[in-house]
């Protein structure tokens, strides 16, 4: 990968004749969602298609397709200037509305006031309601000053519609509407093949390369934004995936992270095999939500990767688009709903307060259910929400989530965590029921003499710690791990597997660094009643513990046998765990005379 700026900065890379990326890059952490969790900065890509004349003769303005949010506005405007003269015609295509993309919008329209903006039906509805709008600002901050022009004109997308551009280009937009974004809209060159696809196959890495090298460089960073933001409107994604390989494809461009050449198909294959595992549980979390600046989703969305982990099912709703029908049949047929939304002007928006109705109405009393949202200077919202589901008789699953403004990295995976944990309650309870039904007999599994043999294997007792970030944005884990294998000797290497509802598996992807700490036998009941037991979510693993640290700033028990820093090399996914491959960088032995304690197991279906 190549050497990136510290600064945020737009650069441009030509594809075809008249047709350019423009693509913004940022090295560091861009945003608080969860998406961007693996922290290796990101990219974000627009296509302009120049100005010229049609076959027929036509004459055709420039066509700008999805400019990035404001976070990238200054070095976008500067880029934008030298390729399009202010003041001309100008066309742009609008591939999802949020509150950062309408700002985005009004500060082209003020340089370039003949601007056309192109939009799907309900992407036009979002634009218009959010184009008088400025987000506020949090206490003591600054709400920028600016004079709004006005709304420009907006050809509306109704339905998948071809449009002929310059230089040979023929240019179809798709409306994919989705619960995370109602307004999406892609789009798909047919001369040259490309696919530009917004959110769809997204990753976010920061890299000056328009593709990527190999599908192997960026597989992880791809799954990892399928699991965030796709995996709970598996559904909805699947019907776009089947449209989508009836096009003649020859790259994908996604709207973050490099283009992919060579492995689109098997890309779309992911997709399809990713969200299959979803749809496989036959446990469902129904998650309603509006969201009026963002903060809202990304609350919604780092609950629903949370409950993912567990391998439950989580049917995403955006309250304000879904059909009444659609909703009604996820809150009847799903094990736990839980409801989302800010607070406007003191008040819960309209289609929450009718789907709160609908959750009194019909929603099953049995079932937990669950509050979140955010809120500017007050969460009556929330507040009503609660109050309404407490008095209708609901329990609830975990205490309601009240945010003001934005989540930070620390609350965001405080939140991921409460939903891991609804979503082992929700395995516990059918776990339960099942046991009942086979009247109090050895489930199948235990007693199969191949789980028994398996069970044989005898593993190393260890602890893995790791921390990653700085100051506020700081975040730990640690767990008990009895599944490690040395794997190679040079480089000197070892595997652990982690199963994938484990809090620090999120602290564990490729490039990521732990300790992990070999406990002693005779010594090893101390660390483990320390990290055995249930942590609420976002408590820290090593309150009143003294730790000592890798050179690499990674925490060392200074009670174990032994410590090694590890760098996390590769991730194999392997059922409901993931096997890690980590590199040793360094490592000592804290007692000498002591032995390993390990780890006699009688079965093979359990720790």
């Known amino acids: 990968m190549q050497a990136i700026s510290k600064e945020r900065r737009v650069i441009v890379l030509p594809i ?3 047709l350019l990326c423009l693509r913004g890059l940022s090295p560091n952490r861009l945003r608080f969602e969860v998406e961007y969790g693996l922290e290796r900065g990101t990219s974000a890509n627009s296509f302009l298609f120049g100005a010229g004349n049609t076959s027929a003769g036509q004459p055709v303005p420039p066509v700008l397709l999805f400019p990035p949010g404001e976070s990238f506005a200054a070095p976008f405007l500067e880029q934008l200037k030298k390729l399009v003269p202010q003041g001309a015609a100008l066309k742009v295509v609008v591939g999802h509305v949020n509150p950062n993309r309408v700002s985005m919008l009004r500060q082209l329209a003020a340089h370039w006031p003949e601007l056309m903006l192109v939009a799907s039906n309900t992407g036009a509805k979002l634009i218009g309601e959010l184009w008088d709008q400025l987000k506020p600002a949090p206490a003591g901050g600054d709400q920028a000053e600016m004079a709004i022009p006005l709304l420009p004109k907006i050809d509306i997308v109704k339905q998948e519609v071809s449009r002929t551009l310059a230089d040979g280009h023929r240019l179809t937009l798709l409306p994919t509407p989705t619960p995370r974004w109602p307004g999406g809209l892609i789009a798909f060159e047919e001369a040259t093949g490309l696919l530009m696809s917004g959110k769809f196959f997204a990753a976010h890495l920061c890299t000056e390369a328009f593709a990527e090298p190999t599908a192997s460089s960026t597989e992880e960073d791809r799954r990892y934004f399928f699991d965030c933001l796709m995996a709970p409107m598996a559904r909805q994604v699947e019907t776009v995936v089947e449209r989508l390989e009836t096009l003649d494809i020859r790259t994908i461009a996604p709207g973050h992270g490099p283009a992919i050449a060579s492995s689109w198909r098997s890309l779309l294959n992911d997709y399809r095999r990713w969200g299959e595992a979803q749809e496989r549980s036959n446990l ?19 609950l629903a990767q949370g409950v993912s982990r567990t391998g439950v099912r989580v049917e995403s709703i955006n309250c304000e688009f879904s059909p009444p029908e659609q909703l009604l049949a996820a809150i009847r047929n799903c094990d736990a709903i839980l409801i989302g939304s800010p607070t406007l002007g003191g008040h819960a928006p309209t289609p929450i307060v009718s789907a709160l109705g609908t959750v009194l109405a019909e929603g099953d009393r049995q079932k937990p259910v669950g509050v979140f949202g955010s809120f500017g200077w007050s969460g009556e919202a929330l507040d009503l929400l609660e109050n309404k589901l407490r008095d209708g008789g609901f329990r609830f699953g975990f205490e309601p989530i009240k945010v003001k403004f934005s989540p930070d990295a620390a609350r965001i995976k405080s939140i991921e965590e409460t939903g891991t944990a609804l979503g082992r309650s929700l395995l516990a309870n059918q776990r339960k029921k099942e046991r009942r039904s086979a009247a109090g007999g050895l489930s199948e599994s235990r007693s199969n003499p191949a789980i028994q043999a398996l069970g044989r294997i005898v593993g190393s007792l260890c602890v893995l710690t790791t921390c990653k970030g700085t100051a506020d944005s700081k975040l730990s884990g640690a767990m008990v791990a009895s599944w490690v294998s040395q794997a190679s000797f040079s480089p000197p ?3 652990v597997a982690v199963a994938k509802d484990r809090a620090v598996e999120m602290l564990l992807h490729i490039g990521d660094c732990f300790t992990l700490n070999v406990l002693a036998a005779g010594k090893e009941s101390g660390p483990m009643k320390q990290f055995l037991q249930p942590f ?23 009670e174990g046998l032994a410590w090694l820093e590890c760098t996390v090399k590769q991730r194999m996914e392997c059922g409901d765990h993931w096997l890690l491959y980590a590199q040793v960088g360094a490592g000592g032995v804290l007692d000498p005379g002591g032995t390993t304690a390990v780890h006699q197991r009688r079965s093979g279906a359990n720790y």
């Not at 469902?284 to 780092?302: E, K, M, P, R």
């Not at 609420?536 to 200074?558: H, N, V, Y």
């Open 16 to 18: 075809e004749a008249g």
């Open 284 to 302: 469902a979390v129904a998650l309603l939500f509006a969201s009026a600046y963002g903060n809202t989703a990304a609350i919604a969305d780092a």
């Open 493 to 495: 290497g070892l595997t």
């Open 536 to 558: 609420s979510p976002g408590a820290d693993r090593f309150a009143g513990l003294e730790m000592a640290t890798t050179p690499a700033g990674q925490p060392i028990l200074p």
